[in-house]
């Protein structure tokens, strides 16, 4: 397979999209559909593995794409049309992602929430910047994100 070694590594997420899923794994993002006859057909849509040697750790599917967290190599953008990568990694300024590990991803409708060691991060604008929120100025209990949850009150 021009993927390499692909099929030996588990799945780290699924995501649904319209009638499939989408698999993610350290190595391949993998389109999986159901044929007429049960079978489970598997294509690989996106080799990770020049942007990725550290493992997934999230994935979310939003902004006609999805967003992948990795453990030290930042965050990735797939963009489903295209299949383009964008690897988004940290960054010194107050508008750039915070850690190149990505611990927690939420998408809502307007961007995508963030989660990393050092702190909370919003975009709006898939990933181009970036909105702060830290222990000392928003008030988080800990800088430190391990999950993300949105209530009904938002």
């Known amino acids: 397979n021009r993927f390499g070694t692909t099929y030996t590594s588990a799945i780290v997420r699924l995501l649904q999209l319209d009638d499939g899923m989408i ?6 993002v993998f389109d999986l559909r159901k044929s007429e006859n049960g079978d489970v057909l ?12 550290s493992g997934v750790t999230t994935a979310i599917a939003a902004n006609d794409g999805f967003y992948i967290g990795t453990a030290q190599d930042g965050l990735l953008f797939v963009d489903l049309a295209s299949r ?15 850690s190149d590990t990505v611990t927690a991803l939420l998408a809502d ?23 702060h929120y830290t222990a000392f100025s928003s008030g988080l209990p800990s800088n430190w994100i391990v999950g993300l949850y949105k209530s009904s009150d938002g």
């Open 109 to 131: 409708e307007d961007g995508v929430w963030i989660g990393t060691p050092n702190g909370l991060v919003y975009t709006e604008d898939s990933g181009r910047t970036f909105q």
């Open 84 to 98: 383009e990568v964008n690897q988004i990694t940290q960054g010194p300024g107050g508008s750039d992602l915070p």
């Open 42 to 53: 598997v294509t690989p849509l996106v080799d990770l593995q020049r942007y990725n040697a």
């Open 23 to 28: 698999g993610v794994n350290s190595n391949t």
